[in-house]
């Protein structure tokens, strides 16, 4: 994972991802983005960031999630930085974002009839 950094998107949201040659002069291309998500915690005042992918790696078939996804932004629509570098622990959170396997989906378990218990004694 080489060539991470951060932008803002036109609603004020941090988006950290990998940034792709761009086939477009208007475009700036994003190899598997994910939105800073900051929570203060209310008791403390502490903040919390969390790295939230843009789509569920579960969404995308397998073939393309090992590729990862590219998404364009239009360049009219984002702030960039020239001189940005992100701390360690932010570029290991993104980097186990996108490395760690995806949990598969089981099928369903058929349902089995719930057993019957009888509460009273039938009288004939």
């Given amino acids: 994972m ?7 998107d036109s609603v004020g949201r941090v988006i950290v991802g990998q940034v792709q040659e761009t086939k477009s002069k208007d475009t700036f291309d994003v190899k598997e983005p994910a939105v800073v998500n900051v929570q203060v915690n209310q008791e403390n005042g502490q903040i919390s960031v969390q ?14 999630r090992e590729s990862g996804v590219i998404w364009s932004f ?8 020239s001189n940005l570098e992100l701390d360690e622990p932010i570029m290991n959170q993104y980097k186990n974002l996108f490395t760690k396997p995806v949990a598969k989906a ?4 058929k349902a089995t009839e719930p057993e019957v218990v009888k509460l009273f004694d039938d009288e004939d």
């Fill in 2 to 8: 080489d060539n991470i950094t951060a932008f803002v």
């Fill in 51 to 64: 790295l939230l992918p843009y789509v569920f790696r579960e969404f995308v078939k397998p073939d393309v």
């Fill in 74 to 81: 239009n360049k009219s629509n984002i702030t960039t930085s």
């Fill in 106 to 109: 089981e099928a369903p378990k």
